[in-house]
């Protein structure tokens, strides 16, 4: 019975709830195998979410890939509307259904579905089959190949929405902010449906909005619509105080319940002029991290919840508050963390270098800037999209897709690419005048490759989306005069805005340089996640103060300067003291960039010099008087 075991003939989970939407996972147990053949001696058990290169077997194959399991869908899906939904697969996928071929898709990191309602067989097993390729690569990450994310059948209704997206416009003098959110409803049907869309935010007791639409047969429709918030219901999404709503929706039809979906959205305005980024209203010169999605052992690049916690949980410990995070689109729930955590993305598309995809008007990159934007729109983390990574020959593409961006996509958001040939070339040959926002990557020279940015485009703000060196091991520190060069970078730069240190972990790559074990050592944590020594010398360095010290019992703080990186106002922050006995806190001032040191008597019973901590609004110890370079 090793077939049955492996095929999973059992009835999968079947998540149902009162929304009008059921969706029965198919994820765990597959087969797989890198030649097809229906033989079952060729097939051995793989995990999905999984890469087949996240085993011993197949660590190294870069190829094709094929896998297979059986489900049997649930009775209370039938005469529904059905959608086969992949949420990414490695690089290139073709589905099959009961071998007749459902479609493919091109991409590694976005969602793709197909229609079955008329192709799954009821009331007796289905074979799914699909057909991966990782040999597509870009950039010196690992191509991890297979199914990276889950994999689900959903049936609805006839009428569904297909989803809402929600921006805000906040009002920073009033203190109101509109809420404008734009659906899609789609009527599966063969008449002309009127439909009732009621959206509310927890505790409402009528609908915030209401609104009729409709829809022809066998078609969608798009309908805008907005509402305000008061000055009392309105609380800023902000890096340190990452507020958070839900946006309830239910349609209806004849009175009748036939879809709901809830999304959550923040309040916040980003403005950039040439010489500041702005969050809400206040100058802020933030700092991060760039991060791979790759870890040590079994898990790949398929992301587990407690591998996210704990990455941005070290990044944030860290100052980590802004980044242009990877060259490709991040799994979902990086994006929540990042929400309710407070880390500014920048997001991308894995356009990289001499890539093929360089074409202007390419199709296939507009579906991937499609497919990440429609997806993660409502992320308030998000505050701007990039359309690729140190490119050449590239200027009718970027100029094409960051249109495509702002004419189709999301005109509220930043717009950019990554730029490492602007200190390099004349200002002609790049588009950074067409960019919101100028992102630079450099490895040498930090401080003059700045200035001459700066002074070919005086009227863009510059955030540094890539430096750094690689640290080998075992001691795992930073070059000699990295903190030199930090300081000529960070100091009295008024168009910096901020930068991102690449990167925040070691990565599994083949890529030219990379060490015989297999990893590239340019993280402040190692593939396991332990601390480097350059650990501790960034978070210094990232600290929003430039004095945290005690003498004789007396605290004492201040502010970097206001052109200064990182700085930012400190609001709701505290010290925490320690004497190997005793502990206690302290809250501090709001304190803005450039305030004469403040200072404070701290309680006789820490006695004279007791060990400080800044502790953040959100908990995190981002900087300490003692701490561990050895």
Known sequence: MKTLALLLLTTLSLFASQTGQWTQSLDGEWRFTKVFNPSEDDWSPITVPGNWDSTEEHKDHRGIGWYQREFTPDSSLQNKPLRLR???????????????????????????????????????????????????????????????????????????????????????????????????????????????????????????LKTWVKVAPNSTKDREVSFTLSKDEVRLWHFDFPELYTLNTELLFGGKLQHAISDRFGIRKIEVTPTSFLLNGESVRLVGFNRVSDDHGPSGNTEPIELLRKDIDLMKQAGCNMTRIMHYPQHPDLLRLCDEKGILLICEIPVWQHDPQIIRDNPLTKQWLTEMIHRDYNHPSIIGWSVGNEMYDFYPYAISMMSFIRKELDPHRLVSYVSHLAFQKQGADEPINETDIALINFYNNWAGFTEIVSERWPDKAIFVSEFGHKQEKPNGHFMDGFEEMWHKLTTDRPRLVGVSLWTFNDYRSDYKGTPEHGYRTWGVVDEKRNLKPCYYTIRKLYSPLQVLKVDNGTLTVQTRQPTQTPSYPLRGYKILWENGELAGELKLPTLHPGDPAHTQQLPSEAGPTPTLHLITPLGYKIDDTKFNQS
């Open 86 to 208: 992949f949420e990414a697969v490695y690089h290139e996928a073709e589905v099959f259904l009961n071998g007749e071929r459902l479609g493919s898709h091109i991409g590694g990191y976005t969602p793709f579905e197909f229609e079955v309602t008329e192709k799954v067989i009821f009331n007796q097993p289905n074979i799914l089959t699909v057909r991966a390729d990782n040999t597509y690569q870009r950039g010196a990450w690992w191509p991890w190949g297979g199914i990276s994310r889950s994999v689900n059948l959903i049936a609805n209704n006839p009428l569904r929405l297909v989803w809402q997206h929600i921006r805000t416009e906040p009002d920073l003098e009033a203190g109101t902010a509109e809420v404008f959110v734009k659906y899609r409803i789609e009527n599966k049907t063969d008449a002309e449906t009127i439909t009732l869309l009621n959206s509310t935010l927890p505790g409402d007791s009528v609908p915030r």
